[in-house]
Nanobody
Framework: QVQVVESGGGLVQAGGSLRLSCAASGRTFNMYNMGWFRQAPGKEREFVAR????????VYADSVKGRFTISRDNAKNTVYLQMNSLKPEDTAVYYC???????????????WGQGTQVTVSS
């Protein structure tokens, strides 16, 4: 079992950057694929990015491609989401998730964090 805790959210102006972190507990962290999702007010949760257990395979949503970078440090049991060139439409609660399947659907992930708020002002 894995527990994940997100951090690094906050308020930033459009064009700015933030780095989210997702710290995971458990000795088997490096066996899990990791994903970032987000949910804006009044909208459904959507996929942002995912990274395979080894870090060798990454996938991004079209809306963040070229601006966001997902990475992981298995020695530190941590996944990161570097967010650059932020836009007001990136405002959402960002969630980290762990799962054994490598997919972009929420159902691919078994373990979820509580989320961290990202607000981008115009």
């Amino acid at each position: 079992q894995v527990q994940v805790v997100e951090s690094g959210g906050g308020l930033v102006q459009a064009g700015g950057s933030l780095r989210l972190s997702c710290a995971a507990s458990g000795r088997t962290f490096n066996m899990y694929n990791m994903g970032w999702f987000r949910q804006a007010p009044g909208k459904e949760r959507e996929f942002v990015a995912r990274i395979s257990w080894s870090g060798g395979n990454v996938v991004y949503a079209d809306s963040v491609k070229g601006r966001f970078t997902i990475s992981r440090d298995n020695a530190k049991n941590t996944v990161y989401l570097q967010m650059n060139s932020l836009k007001p439409e990136d405002t959402a609660v960002y969630y980290c998730a762990a799962g054994t399947a490598f997919g972009s659907r929420s159902s691919s992930y078994s373990y979820w964090g509580q989320g961290t708020q990202v607000t981008v002002s115009s």
